[in-house]
T-cell receptor
Framework: TQLLEQSPQFLSIQEGENLTVYCNSSSVFSSLQWYRQEPGEGPVLLVTVVTGGEVKKLKRLTFQFGDARKDSSLHITAAQPGDTGLYLC???????????????FGKGTKLSVKP | DAGITQSPRHKVTETGTPVTLRCHQTENHRYMYWYRQDPGHGLRLIHYSYGVKDTDKGEVSDGYSVSRSKTEDFLLTLESATSSQTSVYFC????????????????FGAGTRLSVL
């Protein structure tokens, strides 16, 4: 069962363009995280959001947590080739039986930024 | 970088053979996790541990077992490897789980690429 829908799955853009990645769910999360993964490596945490409506900025990356804590978005302004990688969202479910608190991952967005 | 070491980094084995993957941490974090990552499926939780000798099943636990005899080590065992277990396996650690009081911030190892022929 896919509890966290991430879109788009693939994104190929030119340097300088803007892009947005979305994560949506019908479930409520106590927190939501965004990770970035490069080939041959493990995911690396970019940001954690915990409050509904929260917006966090990390240089050219803007992360937003939905008011109801069910969805999130990642916006990249003026993308650069160094932004290329796999972006993963992950939510900690408030109510998932015995697995409460474990992270549920989206399937990822593979971003390619061409010079 | 979080002190997480996975070994081996690459392994090729034959169907029916037992395989053990090791995750070693130097952060003294309480929680440890094993995930597998497959195209089209993302990261899926296999097993996790919330302390020494305390483990529980994740989403895709069939065919896998784990053990944690020390805080720093978490072993994943495939009792009889099958081709469907060909995957990249990641270990992760966290200080806390995701509750209304705490964030489940996980740090990942570099992964083990396993091929079962």
């Amino acid at each position: 069962t896919q509890l966290l829908e991430q879109s788009p799955q693939f994104l190929s853009i030119q340097e300088g363009e803007n892009l947005t990645v979305y994560c949506n769910s019908s479930s409520v999360f106590s927190s939501l995280q965004w990770y970035r993964q490069e080939p041959g490596e493990g995911p690396v945490l970019l940001v954690t959001v915990v409050t509904g409506g929260e917006v966090k900025k990390l240089k050219r990356l803007t992360f937003q947590f939905g008011d109801a804590r069910k969805d999130s978005s990642l916006h990249i302004t003026a993308a650069q080739p160094g932004d290329t990688g796999l972006y993963l969202c992950a939510g900690a479910l408030l109510d998932y039986g015995g697995s409460q608190g474990n992270l549920i991952f989206g399937k990822g967005t593979k971003l390619s930024v061409k010079p | 970088d979080a002190g997480i070491t996975q070994s081996p980094r690459h392994k090729v084995t034959e169907t029916g053979t037992p395989v053990t993957l090791r995750c070693h941490q130097t952060e003294n974090h309480r929680y440890m996790y094993w995930y597998r990552q497959d195209p089209g499926h993302g990261l899926r939780l296999i097993h996790y541990s919330y302390g020494v000798k305390d483990t529980d099943k994740g989403e895709v636990s069939d065919g896998y077992s784990v053990s944690r005899s020390k805080t720093e080590d978490f072993l994943l065992t495939l009792e009889s490897a099958t081709s469907s277990q060909t995957s990249v396996y990641f270990c992760a650690i966290s200080e806390s789980r995701g509750t209304h009081l705490a964030k489940n911030i996980q740090y990942f190892g570099a992964g083990t690429r396993l091929s079962v022929l």
